[in-house]
Nanobody
């Protein structure tokens, strides 16, 4: 139901845009989020956006570099990642929230994509 894409291998300082296409007719009713998991670490919150796109939240580690957005007409949520750092290397997951306003905790999300790998080399 959630198909993430856009990952790849880049150099530090480069940019990538991740996309997540969501199947179904209720996309615009739910907040969406991006999480990531680095090797040997737990999955962590990256960013979320409310159902209508009016409010966005991001983790301190990515604020000012990553931007979440959505296009409800295309059932797609994006994560624009600029000024990438080696510590951004991870598998990135998109997820659908249980509500319209979203959250930073994983248990508030009930549908998850398969993940897309981002590798940033120095």
């Amino acid at each position: 139901q959630l198909q993430a894409s856009g990952g790849g291998s880049v150099q530090a300082g480069d940019s990538l845009r991740l996309s997540c296409v969501v199947s179904g007719r209720t996309f615009s009713s739910y907040a969406m989020g991006w999480f990531r998991q680095s090797p040997g670490k737990e999955r962590e919150f990256v960013a979320s956006i409310t159902s209508g796109g009016s409010s966005r939240y991001s983790a301190d580690s990515v604020r000012g570099r990553f931007t979440i957005s959505r296009d409800n007409a295309k059932n797609t949520v994006y994560l624009q990642m600029n000024s990438l750092k080696p510590e951004d290397t991870a598998v990135y997951y998109c997820a659908r929230s249980r509500s319209w306003f979203g959250a930073t905790t994983q248990n508030e999300y009930d549908v998850w994509g398969q993940g897309t790998l981002v590798t940033v080399s120095s």
